[in-house]
């Protein structure tokens, strides 16, 4: 039996990828904050199973910025494989929280990476990097080999652990492997993400909870892929004979707009009478059109995205509604 230690394992990518390691009968540990619900939403299904939880599934109180406990989590846990996903994720507020999200997203990485790389068996690692490392990019699509660019605090801190991540590989001989994740979303996507806020916002309107709905820049332009296809690309970027960088993207462009009109439509409502831009909700840095090209992730991994965007907004929009 495999043992897996995941960090961000209460998030959306964290609870669907213990879901599949179970499944493919891992042994999972996962470190939560001290003083978090302890995946009160997510892994909720898991830790009320009694075949599962302490059998094997296992929750470490350890913050990513506490390397004793981080230590002790890891010894404890023995895994052959880690996956790096907790950071502070959320790309508007890198803006008002500068320095928490440079000693959480990037110095958590190097700390976790120093910590792996001392372990007896030091086992393999992988990091969930993101598009935001490209910014504002000289090449369309994106791959591994466009040269980084960040223009936010956020990317600016997952490129340090992205190079970080490379010189470990490269010079410490370490099992490293880089995800370049482009947006993916799912029901159990964080609130202020703009798939969710936007998919909540429609079933409260449908059902007379919530009158209008307030956005930034609806001409924003990303990638959005689905939560549990890109899992399935971070445990596949760690079965392979090498460690390497992998972009996780569908090649695909949408608008936040396009969002905003699936959304509606499903629940029938015209977005017109319920949509406001507000300036304040624009961003003082944005990526403008951050498409990625996934050759390599289908060539060598043999991953390929198989949730469409509309499929994935309509699941969302129809588990808000079940919410309410
Ligand atoms: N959150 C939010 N709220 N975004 C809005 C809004 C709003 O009201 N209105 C417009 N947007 C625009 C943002 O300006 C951005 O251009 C786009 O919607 C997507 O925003 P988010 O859903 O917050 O995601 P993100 O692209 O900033 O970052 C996500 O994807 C990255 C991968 O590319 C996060 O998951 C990052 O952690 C991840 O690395």
Same mark, same amino acid.
């Given at each position: 039996?495999?043992?897996?230690?995941?960090?961000?394992?209460?998030? *959306?990518?964290?609870?669907?990828?213990?879901?599949?390691?179970?499944?493919? =009968?891992?042994?999972?540990?996962?470190?939560?904050?001290?003083?978090?619900? #302890?995946?009160? @939403?997510?892994?909720?299904?898991?830790?009320?199973?009694?075949?599962?939880?302490?059998?094997?599934?296992?929750?470490?109180?350890?913050? +990513?910025?506490?390397?004793?406990?981080?230590? %002790?989590?890891?010894?404890?846990?023995?895994?052959?494989? /880690?996956?790096?996903?907790?950071?502070?994720?959320?790309?508007?507020?890198?803006?008002?929280? /500068?320095?928490?999200?440079?000693?959480?997203?990037?110095?958590?990485?190097?700390?976790?990476?120093?910590?792996?790389? @001392?372990?007896?068996? $030091?086992?393999?690692? !992988? =990091?969930?990097?993101?598009?935001?490392?490209?910014?504002? $990019?000289?090449?369309?699509?994106?791959?591994?080999?466009?040269? +980084?660019?960040?223009?936010?605090?956020? #990317?600016?801190?997952? %490129?340090?652990? %992205?190079?970080?991540?490379?010189?470990?590989?490269?010079?410490?001989?370490?099992?490293? +492997?880089?995800?370049?994740? !482009?947006? =993916?979303?799912?029901?159990?996507?964080?609130?202020?993400? /703009?798939?969710?806020?936007?998919?909540?916002?429609?079933?409260?309107? @449908?059902?007379?909870?919530?009158?209008?709905?307030?956005?930034?820049?609806?001409?924003?332009?990303?990638?959005?892929?689905?939560?549990?296809?890109?899992?399935?690309?971070?445990?596949?970027?760690? *079965?392979?004979?090498?460690?390497?960088?992998?972009? !996780?993207?569908?090649?695909?462009?949408?608008?936040?707009?396009?969002?905003?009109?699936?959304? !509606?439509?499903?629940?029938?409502?015209?977005?017109?009478?319920?949509?406001?831009?507000?300036?304040?909700?624009?961003? $003082?840095?944005?990526?403008?059109?951050?498409?990625?090209?996934?050759? @390599?992730?289908?060539?060598?991994?043999?991953?390929?995205?198989?949730?469409?965007?509309?499929?994935?907004?309509?699941?969302?929009?129809?588990?808000?509604?079940?919410?309410?």
């Amino acid at each position: 039996m495999k043992r897996a230690f995941i960090t961000g394992i209460e998030g *959306q990518d964290g609870s669907y990828l213990a879901e599949l390691l179970l499944a493919n =009968h891992y042994e999972v540990h996962g470190s939560i904050r001290p003083g978090s619900s #302890g995946g009160e @939403k997510h892994l909720s299904a898991l830790k009320a199973d009694p075949k599962i939880f302490q059998k094997t599934l296992f929750l470490h109180q350890a913050d +990513v910025e506490d390397a004793n406990a981080l230590r %002790t989590a890891l010894e404890q846990a023995a895994p052959d494989e /880690v996956y790096h996903l907790a950071s502070q994720s959320h790309v508007g507020q890198s803006f008002e929280k /500068v320095e928490e999200t440079c000693r959480i997203t990037g110095m958590g990485t190097l700390r976790l990476l120093e910590l792996v790389r @001392k372990l007896p068996q $030091p086992p393999r690692f !992988f =990091h969930a990097s993101s598009s935001e490392i490209f910014g504002s $990019p000289e090449q369309s699509p994106q791959d591994e080999t466009t040269p +980084v660019n960040p223009i936010t605090p956020y #990317g600016s801190a997952k %490129t340090f652990g %992205t190079q970080m991540t490379r010189i470990y590989r490269r010079n410490f001989g370490l099992f490293a +492997v880089n995800g370049i994740l !482009f947006n =993916h979303e799912s029901p159990r996507r964080g609130e202020n993400f /703009v798939t969710r806020k936007i998919c909540r916002a429609v079933a409260a309107i @449908k059902s007379g909870k919530q009158k209008e709905l307030t956005l930034g820049d609806t001409s924003a332009q990303r990638d959005w892929g689905n939560a549990r296809d890109y899992v399935r690309g971070i445990w596949l970027g760690l *079965q392979q004979q090498t460690p390497d960088d992998y972009v !996780f993207a569908t090649g695909r462009l949408h608008r936040v707009q396009d969002i905003v009109e699936l959304a !509606f439509e499903a629940v029938g409502l015209d977005w017109q009478k319920y949509v406001r831009q507000e300036k304040q909700l624009f961003r $003082p840095a944005d990526p403008r059109q951050l498409v990625g090209n996934p050759a @390599k992730a289908k060539r060598i991994l043999g991953w390929e995205p198989q949730i469409s965007f509309e499929q994935t907004i309509a699941e969302m929009v129809q588990a808000e509604l079940k919410a309410i």
